[in-house]
T-cell receptor, first 114, second 116 residues
Framework: AQSVTQLGSHVSVSEGALVLLRCNYS??????LFWYVQYPNQGLQLLLK??????LVKGINGFEAEFKKSETSFHLTKPSAHMSDAAEYFC????????????FGSGTKLNVKP | GAVVSQHPSWVICKSGTSVKIECRSL??????MFWYRQFPKQSLMLMAT?????????EQGVEKDKFLINHASLTLSTLTVTSAHPEDSSFYIC????????????FGNGTRLTVT
């Protein structure tokens, strides 16, 4: 089974600062990779996905993520944080051999300070 | 596109009663839908995978007689919490997947269930 590790359950940045949220996966075969955002009392919204095209993926709200096979990582970044980015972020993978099976990381709560 | 609607967004019920939660894919057909439970400040826990026209596949430790799942059409799955107890209080989220191996999950807005 896959595992997804998100380092840092809480990340705090100042408004305008770089956002870096980390995600590592365990599979030796690159899976499909996704980042989701969850606002309080809401479902998850897809930010971006990697499905084996370009390794640098651009998503909504100015976020992007880079797939690095050698590091088994898919870190999420945004050059300049906004207050509205404060939310919980989940990294998820699906197995190419069983693409209906999704594995979620434990989530990273992003706090943006004014 | 790819909108998933979940109702109700919140519900309060008394112990011993049953509650039904609906999940609809509004602009795509979903042969597979998923039901998750989320505890406060935790990640999502997959409860079951719902396949249109067949029985749901439950994850280990999830009581299928307590959490009844029906996926009668390509756009609708329902989760019924039967004989609810206070420990069933939680945030339940459904998701649906379009066909295609690399399609992401699209999530409903969740249902906050409180059992008194």
């Amino acid at each position: 089974a896959q595992s997804v590790t998100q380092l840092g359950s809480h990340v705090s940045v100042s408004e305008g600062a770089l956002v870096l949220l980390r995600c590592n996966y365990s599979s030796s075969v690159p899976p499909y990779l996704f980042w989701y955002v969850q606002y309080p009392n809401q479902g998850l919204q897809l930010l971006l996905k990697y499905t084996s095209a370009a390794t640098l993926v651009k998503g909504i709200n100015g976020f992007e993520a880079e797939f690095k096979k050698s590091e088994t990582s898919f870190h999420l970044t945004k050059p300049s944080a906004h207050m509205s980015d404060a939310a919980e972020y989940f990294c998820a993978v699906s197995d190419r051999n069983n693409f209906n099976k999704f594995y979620f990381g434990s989530g990273t709560k992003l706090n943006v300070k004014p | 596109g790819a909108v998933v609607s979940q109702h109700p967004s919140w519900v309060i019920c008394k112990s011993g009663t049953s509650v039904k939660i609906e999940c609809r894919s509004l602009d795509f057909q979903a042969t597979t839908m998923f039901w998750y439970r989320q505890f406060p400040k935790q990640s999502l826990m997959l409860m079951a995978t719902s396949n249109e026209g067949s029985k749901a596949t439950y994850e280990q430790g999830v009581e299928k007689d307590k959490f009844l799942i029906n996926h009668a059409s390509l756009t609708l799955s329902t989760l019924t919490v039967t004989s609810a107890h206070p420990e069933d209080s939680s945030f339940y989220i459904c998701s649906a997947k379009q066909t295609g191996s690399n399609s992401p999950l699209h999530f409903g807005n969740g249902t906050r269930l409180t059992v008194t």
